[in-house]
C-alpha cells in the first residue's frame, strides 16, 4: 500500500515562504505523475502544481511564478516552494500520485488516487 506523508506546513505572514514535503513509501511510484493539491473548508480540492516522470511541471494560474514544485533526485521525495504567500494561500495542502499516468500530469483531483494526510498553511495578513 502506498503511502505518502506532507510536513513543512505551519504558520506565516503575508509574504513569507514555505516549503512542504511529501515522502512516498514504495520507489515503484516513482516515475508517476505527482501533484499538490489545496482545500479550504467547504470547498473541493484544487490542484496546485504537478510534474511528470520527465519533470515537466504544470502549475495553476493563482501560483505561477511563486510555487515551484520539484522532487529529489532518487523521486521519493516531493517538494513545494511557496514564496510571496499571500493570505488567500491558506489551506490544507495534500500531495497526490497518479498510479495510472507519467505524463501529460492533469491538475484535476479525479485523476489521482493516493494522497497524504495534509499539512496546514496558514498566511496572516
Known amino acids: 500500500q502506498e503511502r505518502l506523508v506532507e510536513s513543512g506546513g505551519g504558520s506565516v505572514q503575508s509574504g513569507g515562504s514555505l516549503r512542504l514535503s511529501c515522502v512516498t513509501s514504495q520507489s515503484r511510484i516513482k516515475d508517476k505523475c505527482m501533484a499538490w493539491f489545496r482545500q479550504t473548508p467547504g470547498k473541493g480540492r484544487g490542484g496546485v502544481a504537478s510534474i511528470d516522470r520527465w519533470g515537466s511541471t504544470e502549475y495553476a494560474d493563482s501560483v505561477k511564478g511563486r510555487f515551484t514544485i520539484t522532487q529529489d533526485s532518487a523521486k521519493t521525495t516531493l517538494y513545494l516552494q511557496m514564496n510571496s504567500l499571500q493570505p488567500e494561500d491558506t489551506a490544507m495542502y495534500y500531495c497526490?500520485?497518479?498510479?495510472?499516468?507519467?505524463?501529460?500530469?492533469?491538475?484535476?483531483?479525479?485523476?489521482?488516487?493516493?494522497w497524504g494526510q495534509g499539512t496546514q498553511v496558514t498566511v496572516s495578513s
Open positions: 497526490a500520485i497518479s498510479m495510472s499516468r507519467d505524463w501529460g500530469c492533469l491538475l484535476l483531483e479525479y485523476s489521482y488516487n493516493v
